[in-house]
Structures are given as C-alpha cells and as structure tokens.
C-alpha cells in the first residue's frame, strides 16, 4: 500500500530528524542555535577534548556502565536460567516484581533510594547510582536472556551429560557458546541504558556526576550549548552503533539455538 | 543441570540475587517512601508521631489538584497521539514490509539513544530563538517569533510524544504480527472487503497490544520529570517537579512522598480501570 | 544375571505417582522396549534410568553396579533424545566426536572411529554439514551415531521414530535393528507405537497409568495378554462379558452370555481368576471365522485391505458390532460366526 508506506517513512523521519539537530548543529559556526547556518566548524569538538570536567564525568559514566551492565547480566542470567529450568513456584510473581521498576516513575525510584540512603547513613555515591540502575537494568537483562533460553532445547545441556561432560564442561562446551550471543547482547543494551540514564544519577552521583548529569549542569550556559551538542552527537552516534551491534549480535544465534526434531 | 523436580532449591538459589537486589532497591525503599509520608518535616529530620497531614494537604490543596489534573491531562493526550500515530507504522511493518527486521530496528533504535538528548533536541527546534523560528523567519513566514511553542503543556506533549514514538511500535506490531491471516481470508471468503475486515477482524485482535503499549506509555509519562523541566515552563510543570522541589534543599521530604504515593496510586487506579473498560469493551463485542 | 535390575521404581511429581513400584529385567544384548499410551510414565522411567531424574524410591543396578546415585555423565548409558538434540553450533563429525573428548585419541584414530560409525549409519560425507542442513532422517542418524561411538552397554532410545514419515519411520526400524544385532548393545526403547515395539523387539514391557502391565515377547504379548488393557492395546479386539462356571485342567466352562456355554483350553485362563468371577473373553479378529452355522448376525461396515478385508458384524444381544478380519465374507447380509474356543482368552474383568 503505498499510501501506507510513504507515511511509515514520514514517522521515521519525524522519529530521527529532531535527533539529527544535534550532529547538524555540533558542526556549526556559530554560537547561536538557528537557522540560517554559519558555516563549517570542528571547534566544539576540539574544545570537548580540553574539557577535563567533562572527561571526568565520562569516566564516572563508563565506570558506572561497565558495573551496572556486568552485574545486570550476572543477576539476570542467573534469574532467566532459574526460570526457564525449573519448575519455580511463584515464577510469575518473582518475574513481576523485578519488572516492577519499569511501572514506577524514575523520580520516585530515585527519591526512595535517597531514603534509603538516608537511613542507612551512606552518602550520595557512584555505588547508590549503580544500584538505581540495576533497577531498571535487571528487567531488559532478563527479557532478553529469558528469549535466549527459551529458544534453546534443554535436551542438549542432557545430551552433553549423557556423553560425559560433568556440568561444568557442559556448560563451557554447549550452555556458554549458544548463550553468547545473548549475553553479549544484555551487556550492551545494559550498558547503553546506564550510560544514557539522567534522572537516577542526577539524584543520587552526589560530587561524582556522570555524562548525562555534567550535561545537564551545563544546558544552563548558553555559550556552552555548541559544545553539549557536539558531546551529544557523539553519544548519540557511540549509541546508535551499540543498539546495531547488540541487534546484530542478539539475531546471530537467534537461528542457532535449537535444532532438533 | 537440567534436573527438574528435584533442584527446586537451586532455582530458588539462582534466582535470590536478583531478588534480593530488588528488595534492595525497590520494596525497602518504597517501604521508607510510605513511612516517611505518614511524618512531618521538622528542621533536617522529622518529627515523632504518624499522621495523614501530608495527604490532607496533597488532597485539600487546590493548585496540586489541579497539577495532577494537569499531568494526567497531558499524560493522556500522549498516549492516545503516540499510540494512534504509531499504529498505522505498525500495521504497515506486520502486513506490508518485506524486510520486516530492518524497519524494526529502524525504528527501535531511536529508543535506545540518550532521553536527555532528545528532550534537549526539542528544547533547541521550539525555543523563542529556535530552530523553528528561526526557520519560519528566515524564510520571511513570520516577523515575529512565534511565543507558543514553547514552556507550555503544548510542547511537553509534543516532546513526549516523540520520545514514546519508538517505543509503541513494538507491542502493536507484535499483536498484529500475531494474527492468523487466515482468519483474514476466512473473512474475505465471506464477504468482507478490507476496510470490514480491518474493523471486525484486525482492529479488536490488536487490541491487548494497544491496551499494552497504552499503559506502558500512560503509567510512567506522568510521573515524568526531565521533559516538563525543560520544555514545560511554569505552565507546563507536571507532578514530578513540585516533588523534586520537596526533596531539594530544605524542602518538605514528607510533602514529596505522600505526593508521590498519591501520584502513583492515582495512576495505577486509572491505569486499572482502563484495563477494565477495555476488556469490558471487548466482551461486550462479542 | 540380567544387565538392567530394576527394583520397585517410583517417581511422582507433585501428585499421583507417574512411575509406580516398577521392577524390570533386561538381558544383556536385548532388544527391549518400553511400550504405552502417553501418559504412562515410560518416559520418565527412562529418564531415571539415564539419571535425568531422581527415582523417590527403589534402585536401578546395571551389571551389578548400583546406579541412584550415579550422575548421567558417569553412567555407561547413552541416550537418543526425542528431539535428537544435535549441537547447532557444531558439524555432523564434531557432533559424533563430542563424548569421546575424554579418551583423548590422536586425530588419525578419532577419524578413522568416526568414519566407521558414519558408515554404520550411512551418513558417509556429511560429516561437516550443521544440523540445519540436515533433513529429519539424517539427523536420528547422527544422534544415534553420536551414542553409538561411545559403545554404552546400554543405548535408551526415546521415541527415536516419532518425527518421522511412515516409509522413513518403516527403513529406520529395520536399520536400527539391523545396527542392533551387529554391534551387539542392549538397546531400551521407548515408543507409543505398538506395531514399532512388537516389530523391533526380543521382549516389550506394557506399561499403563505407571505401572508394568505385562513383560513379554510380542508374539506371547499378542496372542496371551494377560489383562483387558494390555489386550486392547496391542492389535484389535474383540471382549465379550462372561462368568466362569468351573476350572479344571482338562479345560475351563464358562457361561459366555451370547455365545453361551463354551470350554476354553486352561492355559487360556489369565492367572488370578476363580471360580464363579466374571471375565473378559477376548477374540481377535483374525480368529473369528465366518460359518454355515453359528451365531447369526448381518454384516454393517466392510473395508477392503487388500489380502484381509474388515467387516463389522452385528449380532443380537450386542450393540457394539463384532470385528472380523478375513479374506472374503459369504455372500449377502446374514451370516454365521464361530468363535472356536481354543482362541478365546480370559482376562479379568475390572
């Protein structure tokens, strides 16, 4: 239907125009964000690179990603295997509760972690903020390796045993290699979704600010507007390449994982 | 291994950790959330007692009625804008696209990159000096800038609206993809041409899809902070941002919780009782 | 002394017991199968016999060795999985190779054992094509090959045949039976399809609701059933309700209703019945011979077989018409039937 097709890809247009504001925008000559253009201009990027507030914050962002994604993964690959092998009772609800966060607004998650913080005696840290994004990290790890499961025959991991591999060798041999690509495709979508995620961090870095949060900090300097949009057009684009491969990665085995009768 | 029946004891084991972090992070937390809401701010801590005075006043005060009328107000509008704009994109990639997986990532990732930026992204095309007007002028449309776009409830829908966009596709392509076709031809077969097959077969079929993607969209819109903080304006503040005020500085911690509480809850019932509507709806269809 | 000992098994799952109080023989070097409607519980005996699953109570000894607490990889079994579970991420050669990692041969060695048992199953060539460039039949092949190179003393087998079409699913049963007598492994299969297990088999165990109905060559399964289920199961039948009047050697009188007074042959008495006891008399088609004399009926439904044809035959005092299975019946409607008694059995009536 070809009505139906040009309109599909005037959403898509709708859907990334706006971002392309930011690369288009990062290259301009001008310190002013409007039309009409002033010319070709690598400046911001170049003042970026001088920026050590800024390279710290990226620093806090990737420490802060690289946790969160390894541990999301580890929980979640724990859970989506305690789910998918066993007859757990309660399943259901278990599964529900670690969806929850997904429901709860941000704000409220990250206001009650702030109480909690408070109770405890601990202070505004990196470590609140990883634990802010377990939160919401958990759920995507574990939808995308509970999908990674179920698509694989569990007859295998008795196959193996049957031709004598004890359960670790099974799980080097036939459990890690046909769980890799999902694995690896948790620990980027993860990694992405801490990387990118504001308000959790803005209430919870205290001193240690990550990217999203130093960007904030700086939307209210206008002189400085050029150089976030330059900062944000290489997220974006660092983004953008991680969500390809993770997709890519994630439909490799997507063929692979069972074959069988 | 794969044992079942017996190591129901190591599936509990494996799935402990991520529980525990969950009674953490989120059932300890939202514990404190409801206790902290029954106290009354007192200089840096709270004073001793439990009363309801916090609700009484998150009820009895009329400019937060009204910012909860507000926030749901605007909140709705997204939905239905983002779920009626994105069905027709999710019916052309379930019925119409041949390479289906290509649209789909296509149209994910958008998802995937940083909220923040997007919302900045719009702040930057409807500002008084923005791109839009800056645009409009220079191509000589309008002499002044135009004063609407921007800080008012029009653009925090607008921005949210575009932030959801990617993310309602999903759940209705994947009910419309789930569809028998040959409930379709069934249908031509008897006589139905395609806009009655649209209304009588497809339609109601995708509805648990629609009904998904519109609570997914509805419950976590209005408690949303980032987009009426910077597009919104005075005029376009949600219930986020007078709870955030309660939290910084030397603010009223108790206010903001029950705020919070109320907030949810009223969702959650709205929330509900759409589900109810539509299943009504559809049983009544019948 | 039988290589499989299998001593009041049981294993329930939250609820009435799947395997109940099972006890078992196999011979070494036998061709056995486990055979039963599904629901039975004859795959999840198989599967505590491979160690997938832990019997609640009773033991499993293969060649003396008592087997409850020994894990699958330590078992000297190995299994042809239903859904064959071939290794997606690994060719038809690694695949077959998988169980031997542990002997460590030189390459030259293991190739030359991998090629003889690709030539045992006659997948000569494939050895680097992935599973999903295999069809249904070439890959029961390498599962099976895979569990063969191992040389187990004890080859499960679990519903190896199901996926496959009648004339692929009729060349695997002879192949695998040919495989069976010349590498001289006990093979323990586990099939709902009664023709496969009476075909392939030394002995089959019926099982039902959990428990072992009957262990016995097929002939014996076939022509002595010893109770109504085990008949009804295997082949088609015929059961007429009857009371026993008198037991002697010489021959057995009872009281068979519609038929009236007939004397079976004692050894076609199940054990356990007395005097005085309704039964089951059992008849099958093939031995219910049409006559110039006899029970008078009509013929209702005849379908043409080729060499036997099938006809349903009422007769008065009986709504559910006789099956009968002959060459040719006599001209018109009414016929006779004789039923000679020397081909009646009697079961317990439940």
């Known amino acids: 239907m070809k009505s139906l097709r040009l309109y599909a890809l005037a959403y898509l247009a709708f859907l990334y125009l706006p971002v392309l504001v930011l690369p288009v925008f990062s290259f301009n000559n001008s310190e002013f964000i409007a039309f009409p253009l002033s010319g070709f201009t690598i400046r911001w990027y170049q003042g970026l690179a001088a920026d050590t507030a800024m390279q710290h914050a990226l620093g806090n962002s990737l420490k802060v990603g690289f946790a969160t994604a390894l541990l999301s993964t580890m929980l979640g690959l724990a859970a989506a295997r305690a789910v998918t092998r066993y007859r757990l009772k309660g399943a259901g609800a278990a599964l529900g509760f670690i969806s929850l966060p997904l429901f709860i607004p941000d704000i409220v998650l990250a206001l009650s972690l702030m109480l909690l913080l408070g109770a405890g005696g601990l202070p505004l840290s990196l470590a609140a903020v990883v634990l802010g994004h377990l939160l919401i990290c958990v759920p995507f790890a574990l939808t995308v390796l509970i999908a990674r499961f179920e698509g694989f025959d569990r007859n295998l991991e008795e196959a193996s045993a049957d031709l004598g591999e004890d359960p670790l060798m099974t799980f080097w041999r036939v459990t890690f290699p046909l769980m890799l690509p999902g694995i690896v495709a948790s620990l980027l979508l993860t990694f992405i979704t801490s990387f990118d995620e504001f308000l959790l961090a803005f209430f919870l870095s205290g001193t240690e600010a990550t990217l999203p949060v130093y960007i904030w900090g700086q939307l209210r300097f206008p002189e400085r507007l050029p150089m976030v949009l330059a900062l944000g057009a290489l997220i974006l684009t660092a983004s953008v390449a991680l969500v390809i491969l993770a997709e890519y990665v994630r439909n490799l085995g997507a063929q692979k994982t069972t074959v069988g009768a | 291994m794969a044992q079942t029946g017996r190591n129901s004891a190591e599936g509990y084991g494996l799935i402990a950790p991520a529980l525990g972090v969950m009674a953490l992070g989120l059932a300890a937390p939202l514990a404190l959330l409801l206790i902290t809401s029954l106290k009354t701010q007192s200089g840096l801590g709270f004073a001793q007692g439990w009363t309801l005075a916090q609700y009484a006043a998150v009820i009895g005060r009329a400019s937060y009625r009204v910012l909860f009328l507000r926030s749901l107000l605007i909140s709705g509008a997204v939905t239905l804008l983002t779920v009626a704009l994105a069905y027709p994109v999710a019916y052309f990639v379930a019925f119409h696209a041949r390479r289906k997986f290509v649209w789909l990532v ?117 408690g949303d902070y980032v987009t009426p903080q910077l597009v919104g304006g005075p005029k376009g503040a949600m219930i986020a941002n007078l709870i955030e005020v309660q939290f910084v500085g030397a603010g009223n911690w108790p206010l903001g919780a029950a705020l919070s509480l109320m907030g949810m809850a009223m969702v959650a019932v709205i929330a509900g009782l759409f589900v109810m509507a539509a299943r009504a709806g559809a049983k009544a269809a019948r | 002394m039988s290589f499989l000992f299998i001593r009041g098994l049981s294993k329930s799952f939250g609820g009435p017991p799947v395997v109940d109080a099972v006890s078992l023989e196999v011979e070494h070097g036998e061709f056995f199968a486990l055979l039963g409607p599904s629901g039975c519980g004859k795959t999840t005996l198989l599967r505590m016999i491979a160690g997938f699953e832990t019997p609640d109570s009773g033991t499993i000894v293969m060649d003396g060795e008592t087997m409850n607490q020994v894990p699958p990889h330590l078992r000297p079994t190995n299994m042809v999985f239903q859904s064959y579970a071939i290794f997606p991420h690994l060719n038809v050669f690694d695949n077959i190779a998988y169980g031997l990692r542990k002997l460590k041969l030189p390459k030259p060695a293991l190739r030359t054992k991998i090629e003889a048992m690709l030539a045992t199953v006659r997948l000569e060539g494939l050895e680097s094509r ?101 008949a009804d199961f295997i082949g088609e039948i015929n059961f007429f309700h009857a009371t026993v009047r008198q037991i002697a050697d010489a021959g057995v009188a009872v009281n068979a209703g519609i038929l009236g007074l007939l004397t079976l042959p004692r050894p076609n008495l199940a054990d356990g019945i007395r005097e005085g006891d309704h039964i089951l008399l059992a008849i099958r088609p093939e031995h219910v011979g049409f006559a110039d004399a006899g029970i008078a009926g009509e013929i209702g439904a005849a379908t043409f077989l080729g060499e036997r044809n099938h006809f349903q035959v009422q007769i008065a005092g009986r709504r559910e018409p006789v099956a009968v299975s002959a060459a040719a019946a006599p001209a018109g409607q009414a016929v006779h039937l004789a039923f000679p008694p020397e081909c009646l059995i009697g079961l317990p009536s439940e």
Not at chain 2, 115 to 140: D, E, P, Q, T
Not at chain 3, 182 to 207: N, P, W, Y
């Open chain 3, 130 to 230: 992935t599973a999903d460039q295999l069809s249904g039949g070439q890959r029961q092949r390498v599962a099976l090959a895979r569990a063969l190179v191992r040389e187990p003393k004890l080859l499960l087998l679990d519903e190896p045949l199901g996926a496959l079409d009648k004339r692929l699913r009729e060349a695997m049963q002879v192949e695998l039976r040919a495989i069976q007598r010349k590498v001289g492994i006990t093979f323990l299969l586990v099939t709902h399809d009664q023709e496969e297990a009476l075909s392939l088999s030394d002995r089959v165990a019926v099982m039902g609701h959990g428990k072992i109905l009957q262990v016995a060559p097929p002939r014996t399964l076939y022509e002595r059933p010893n109770c109504r289920e085990v």
């Open chain 2, 106 to 222: 296509a149209l994910t990732i958008p998802f995937w990159t940083s909220y923040l930026l997007r919302v900045f992204a719009w702040k930057i095309i409807l500002g008084f000096n923005g791109l839009i007007n800056s645009g409009l002028m220079r191509l000589h449309l309008i002499h002044e800038p135009l004063s609407f776009l921007l800080y008012n409830p029009f653009a925090v829908v607008v921005t949210l609206a575009h932030a959801w966009a990617a993310f309602a596709i999903l759940p209705i392509y994947v009910s419309l993809e789930k569809i028998d076709r040959s409930l379709l031809e069934a249908a031509a077969d008897l006589g139905d041409g395609a806009l009655r097959r649209f209304l009588r077969i497809t339609l109601p079929l995708s509805m648990p899809g629609v009904i998904g993607a519109a609570i997914l969209i509805f419950v976590p819109t209005t």
